[in-house]
């Protein structure tokens, strides 16, 4: 697997807080890649400082480097990146005064997408790509505010993906929903690892088992134990990763 | 035997049936008190409404509908017609929003999203003390700064270059129709900017990240996260400010040349209601005074109007409505049959290369309009605060050898004397605004608070909407309009006190009474259902509950909301116009005429008055505006206070 994101000794701060200490991994191309660790322990900003949304805080730093294919991200346009780098968050935020169309239209407006038929079949296949199609075919004029939190949560992910980005960030993207949409989301997920580099950010260790392929432990800041899905939850090498896989403290 | 302990507990049992009847007691009282305070404001507020329409009645009768239209106003004849008044009102406050929205959503724009974090604050904080100064001092700056600008540059310039085809023609006088629409603009940007920027603020963080995560620029954050959800905001704002140049009389009055005519151009001398009734109330008899009256009914039907407009809009974006307005749902209503654009299957990615050649091409064209629209904000807020810049500067380079004398505030006025003046102070206008505005809190404070109180406490559904409603009228209410009602309603049933101390207290009150209530209503919504109902389940009676913890809970936002109700009381010059008479000499009883600050730099100005007078005035300005900037200062840090002790 080639490695999509390469984490080169990333550092982050808010303020003088260090939240992150020296991460080193790789995130690899076309699969799911899980961060489990408890509340507080840097994820968010972990994924923020993947597609630079950390440094649009006041007062924030990192050092170390992220690698997409091999370019640090400092050296790209952050308006680039972030149409390579998608993002979805823990609320579904859709934006509230637009219609469903038009809400997974906005990125590719942004780039200066005009034509109808364009727009259109953009539009088509980043909602049937989000397996939310069928479902809102007949109420693209709908506001996205008047779907349900699965569909809206659905919805923000075929707004990402429109814009065809290779890596997809997830915080928490389940946390927020009921049962049945989570199941829809992760099943969409396993769609979509097949086109993406996919790192999801999950308080909810069952779905990380399910989901992923590798898991990073992360503990106060720091990457604990990093591996396959399989071998992080049945075979840790460190006793903190263990506790906390088995649940005896999170 | 019982322990020690029952009867303990006995004993406290037995007195809580003794605390139970006591506490329902208070809180009937309680109920009753604030039910009364209500009560009595709308009872005053139909009675102001069925006042102006019965002193309007006779012209009514004699005039109909055709009033409207009427283009004279020939005194000897006893013509009257309200048309140009009319046409000038909505002149110049049309030309006041062209001025007002592009420059306050500008402000608003770069001091809630576009400008560095540190600097938003002070930002937003100078143009709300624009919000702040009084009229007065806008009037005589426009009359000192606008006017001479307005003559040389401005006008000369539109003459040779739109010229007539748009509406300029003729010579520029400078106290024209456009020049009082500037001045209304620049009064009515610091109330778009401010409440603008509430409405930017209050979009949630995720809804900008969520954009800027698309890679969306600043400013096309604001433009597709932002904007929109604080669409119903910034109109209210827009309609508020609206409501407010529709009845500004002093600054108008002072600029527009007053002559009642249907302007032919933007550059002729006209007039407006409220400054019409400025410039003819106070001595007109019989017949004109009914026209008059009838003046301001109309007035105060327009000003109501879009003061409750606004405020409906405004509720619909404080109450989070979400979704598209009512326009765009309308507009949105034709049906999309499906995609007719979709042509290849989905997944067929031979679309996606497209788009991704794209990103390049233009990501520069999307900074530079970042940039421009950055340029452009700053433009604006430049716009927005250079009249209080300038104005400041007037103040102190004028005022401040006189206000630095500290015999400046224990002296009575000086003679009015044209050479070799002796120099006097102003001890007389300080302390009759002392007086009245302190009258006017003793009124409108307990009564604001106890109104506001049954509002948001114990009224429910019509009730509590309608007087709300009626409470966001009047306070939009114009304020010549509060003048006329007092003095006309003293002179029918007390003329001795029709131009007294007692009078302009009342009128002030009038003025402060629904910014109190309506403050406190506000203020007690912010705390938090949670607090009351835990308060509630400790066996907290519902008045202990609104006194102890509510109140306590929201003391700030109150004393904030009092603080900038005071602060319009102090710089008031038209509801005391016609109400506290007129005398250079210091308090000498309720029931007598008494000075104040705003009347006396209105009289200076525009009075019969002298040199040594002016002087005085401009020290008086930059004695009002220092006390404004101070009150806002108070009022800032009280809010502050609050925001670190509420929980993140
Ligand atoms: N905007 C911020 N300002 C200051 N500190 C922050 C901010 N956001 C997060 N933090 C702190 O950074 C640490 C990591 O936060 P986060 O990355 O959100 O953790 P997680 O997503 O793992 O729960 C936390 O201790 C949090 O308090
Ligand atoms: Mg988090």
Redesign the pocket.
């Given at each position: 697997m080639a490695a999509k994101l390469d984490i080169r000794e990333l550092s982050a701060w808010?303020?003088r807080?260090q939240?992150l200490y020296d991460l080193r991994f790789s995130v690899p191309d076309r699969a799911v890649t899980a961060i489990i660790?408890?509340?507080?322990?840097?994820?968010?900003?972990?994924l923020?400082c993947a597609n630079r949304l950390h440094e649009e805080?006041p007062g924030t730093r990192t050092e170390g480097a992220i690698l997409l294919d091999g370019q640090p991200i400092a050296g790209l346009d952050p308006i680039a990146l972030r149409c390579r780098v998608g993002m979805v968050f823990q609320r579904p935020a859709p934006f509230p005064n637009l219609s469903v169309f038009e809400n997974v239209a906005a990125g590719l407006r942004l780039l200066g997408v005009r034509r109808r038929d364009e727009l259109d079949q953009g539009v088509y296949e980043a909602l049937v790509a989000a397996g939310l199609w069928e479902e809102v075919e007949s109420a693209l004029d709908a506001p996205g505010v008047s779907l349900s939190g699965g569909q809206q949560q659905r919805l923000c992910i075929a707004r990402a993906l429109a814009v065809h980005p290779e890596v997809l960030l997830m915080?928490e993207p389940c946390s927020a929903l009921d049962p049945i949409a989570t199941a829809r989301i992760e099943a969409l997920i396993a769609k979509l690892r097949s086109a993406y580099a996919v790192v999801i950010?999950t308080h909810n260790l069952a779905q990380a088992l399910r989901v992923s392929d590798l898991t990073a432990f992360?503990y106060l800041?720091k990457l604990v134990e990093f591996g396959s899905t399989d071998q992080v939850f049945h075979h840790s090498q460190e006793k903190l990763t263990e506790n906390y896989v088995t649940g005896r403290f999170g | 035997m019982e322990g020690s302990g029952d009867g303990e507990a006995t004993r406290f049992r037995a007195r809580i049936p003794r605390a139970v009847r006591r506490a329902r007691w208070i809180g009937l009282g309680f109920r009753g008190g604030t039910t009364a305070a209500l009560v009595a404001f709308l009872l005053l507020a139909v009675g102001f409404v069925l006042f102006l329409v019965r002193a309007s009645l006779p012209e009514i009768r004699r005039t109909g509908i055709g009033f409207l239209f009427g283009p004279h106003w020939y005194v000897t004849a006893g013509v009257y017609g309200a048309g140009p008044a009319i046409v000038g009102t909505l002149l110049t406050s049309a030309l006041a929003l062209i001025f007002a929205v592009p420059v306050g959503l500008g402000a608003a724009i770069l001091s809630a999203e576009v400008a560095p974090r540190w600097l938003r604050g002070a930002l937003a904080y100078v143009v709300e003390l624009g919000a702040m100064v009084p009229s007065v001092v806008y009037a005589f700056w426009a009359l000192v700064v606008l006017v001479p600008y307005m003559k040389r540059v401005v006008e000369p310039f539109l003459l040779r270059t739109l010229g007539v085809g748009f509406g300029f023609a003729g010579l520029p006088l400078g106290q024209d129709v456009l020049t009082a629409g500037v001045i209304l603009g620049v009064m009515a940007t610091p109330t778009i900017a401010a409440l603008s920027r509430e409405a930017l603020l209050a979009v949630p963080r995720e809804r900008r990240e969520a954009a800027r995560a698309l890679g969306a620029t600043r400013w096309e954050t604001a433009r597709i996260a932002v904007l929109g959800p604080a669409g119903p905001g910034i109109a209210g704002s827009i309609v508020l400010a609206l409501g407010r140049a529709l009845g500004e009389a002093i600054a108008v009055v002072a600029v527009i040349g007053n002559t009642y005519q249907y302007p032919p151009s933007f550059l002729s001398p006209g007039t407006t209601l409220a400054s019409w009734l400025v410039n003819g109330f106070s001595d007109a008899i019989g017949t004109q005074r009914e026209a008059l009256f009838e003046l301001g009914l109309i007035l105060f039907a327009i000003s109501m109007a879009v003061n409750v407009g606004a405020r409906l809009a405004l509720r619909r974006s404080a109450s989070g409505a979400e979704g598209p307005g009512p326009l765009r749902r309308w507009l949105g209503r034709r049906h999309r049959p499906g995609l007719p654009g979709v042509t290849a299957a989905a997944g067929s990615e031979a679309w996606w290369p497209g788009v991704i050649a794209r990103r390049p091409r233009r990501i520069l064209r999307r900074k530079v309009v970042a940039a421009v629209v950055v340029v452009l904000a700053v433009a604006a807020l430049g716009i927005a605060v250079y009249p209080l810049v300038s104005l400041s500067r007037l103040a102190v380079e004028n005022g401040a050898s006189v206000a630095l004398r500290p015999s400046f505030y224990t002296e009575p006025l000086p003679p009015p004397c044209l050479r070799n003046c002796s120099l006097g102070g102003i001890s007389a206008p300080i302390q009759g605004t002392l007086l009245l505005v302190g009258l006017a809190s003793l009124v409108a404070v307990p009564v604001g608070l106890c109104a506001g109180i049954y509002l948001s406490e114990y009224a429910r559904g019509r009730l509590r909407t309608a007087s709300g409603l009626v409470i966001d009228a009047f306070v939009g209410v114009p304020t010549i309009l509060i003048g006329l009602f007092v003095f006309s309603a003293f002179l029918q049933y007390r003329p001795d006190l029709a131009q007294s101390a007692i009078a302009g207290g009342l009128a002030l009150s009038i003025l402060m009474l629904p910014i109190v209530a309506r403050a406190t209503e506000i203020a007690l919504r912010t705390v938090p259902l949670t607090v009351r109902e835990s308060a509630l389940a400790l066996g907290f009676p519902r008045h202990r509950v609104t006194t102890r913890v509510v109140l306590g809970g929201c003391r700030s936002a109150l004393v904030t909301g009092t603080l900038l109700a005071v602060g319009r009381a102090a710089g008031e010059t038209a509801a005391l116009l016609f109400t506290v008479g007129w005398t250079p000499y210091g308090f000498s009883g309720w029931d007598q005429p008494v000075s104040a600050m705003a009347p006396f730099i209105f009289q200076a100005f525009w009075g019969d008055s002298t040199p040594n007078w002016v002087r005085d005035a401009w020290g008086a300005t930059l004695v009002l505006l220092v006390l404004m900037v101070l009150i806002s200062l108070a009022a800032r840090l009280s809010l502050r206070s609050t925001n670190v002790a509420l929980p993140e």
């Open positions: 808010y303020g807080r939240v660790g408890p509340s507080g322990c840097g994820k968010s900003t972990f923020r805080v915080d950010v992360f800041g | -």
